[in-house]
């Protein structure tokens, strides 16, 4: 028997055309999933689209960081048995110069787009009951970085959400769970390993006792918060980072 | 645009650096002061006051104050 067995589940995954959406999407899809993947960039969601195993699957282009196109594509939706709030984005910026042109850009999508696609879709009753809601939020939100001041936040604020979201809809079964890595190999991996010195990257890498995450690492926790094998889950937060925190921090 | 004006903004931001000790000719990376959180603010004070985006790599390809100023006039 596998426990993760996600056939019969149908999926929305938002970021999925990078990173962690991507290998989450291709995971899920393994497991038996129907999927439905947005992202801004339909170009590499449909290489996203191209790597799915099974059928039924379908590109839903949207710009979460619009209310329009929250909208758009929840009219689009099928009844959903699980969301993947995996769209993010990660923009370095000192303190004394964040205005509010910066919140914005990193609020819109960190945010403020899962908070409202997660509204609309529960007024427009598309999210099953027993259904599974994970939220991608980093270690960071406890841990700082020096630039991170934006980034962070948003995460701490979503982390808090999801608790709340999932206390208000654990009578109707519907789960809300948290995940928290530490540095994953991504495009965001590489620009943040861009930024550093090489000195620093150096002393990075050793404060990860079991290295570095890899995309299927976490993909591999969502596929198991989807399932029926996390059904007494809600409301946490899986802290995922090689042992990072165990060692260092 | 003005170098010099683009200096004395540099040496307002990084705090450390006292008015008028930095140069065109200046190679910022060896400032003692230098650190990946100036990396940040130079990124930080180009997007604002000249509406360009410079990556680290950009960065990464500058010596000197001159060389920066020359590729934020190139980006503009």
């Known amino acids: 028997m596998n426990l993760i067995d996600l056939s019969n589940k149908t999926i929305l995954i938002t970021g999925a055309s990078a990173g962690i959406g991507q290998g989450t999407a291709k995971l899920i899809s393994e497991l038996g999933a129907r999927i439905f993947i947005t992202g801004r960039d339909i170009e590499r969601l449909k290489k996203t689209f191209d790597s799915l195993s099974g059928t039924g699957h379908q590109i839903l282009p949207a710009d979460l960081s619009e209310e329009k196109g929250i909208e758009i594509l929840t009219k689009e939706l099928p009844e959903l048995d699980g969301i993947v709030h995996s769209a993010g984005v990660i923009k370095p910026f000192p303190v004394k110069f964040i205005g509010k042109k910066h919140i914005d850009e990193v609020f819109d999508i960190n945010l ?29 939100s406890q841990h700082p970085y020096q630039g991170g001041a934006l980034y962070t936040s948003s995460k701490a604020a979503i982390e808090a ?63 198991f918060f989807l399932s029926d094998a996390s059904r007494w889950i809600t409301g946490a937060n899986l802290q995922m980072d090689g042992g990072l925190s165990i060692n260092h921090l | 645009m003005d170098i010099n004006n683009f ?12 008015a008028n000790s930095l140069k065109p000719e200046t190679s910022f990376r060896d400032l003692p002061e230098w650190s990946s959180m100036h990396a940040l603010i130079v990124i930080a004070l180009v997007d604002i006051q000249y509406d360009v985006l410079l990556t680290g790599n950009d960065l990464r390809s ?13 980006k503009r």
């Open chain 1, 112 to 140: 403020f787009a899962p908070v409202l696609l997660t509204s609309a879709v529960l007024k427009s009753k598309k999210l099953k009951a027993g259904a599974s809601m994970i939220f991608l939020s980093s270690i960071s």
């Open chain 1, 161 to 223: 959400y999801c608790r709340a979201v999932a206390q208000e809809y654990a009578h109707k079964k519907i789960r809300a769970n948290c995940i928290s890595p530490g540095l994953v190999k991504t495009a965001m991996f590489k620009e943040t390993m861009n930024a550093m010195t090489e000195e620093k990257r150096a002393t990075y890498a050793e404060k990860y006792p079991l290295g570095y995450g890899e995309v299927k690492d976490v993909a591999s926790a969502i596929a």
């Open chain 2, 7 to 18: 200096i004395k903004e540099l040496e307002e931001e990084f705090e450390e650096v006292e």
């Open chain 2, 62 to 74: 500058c010596e000197t104050i001159s060389d920066l100023f020359t590729l934020i006039k190139k």
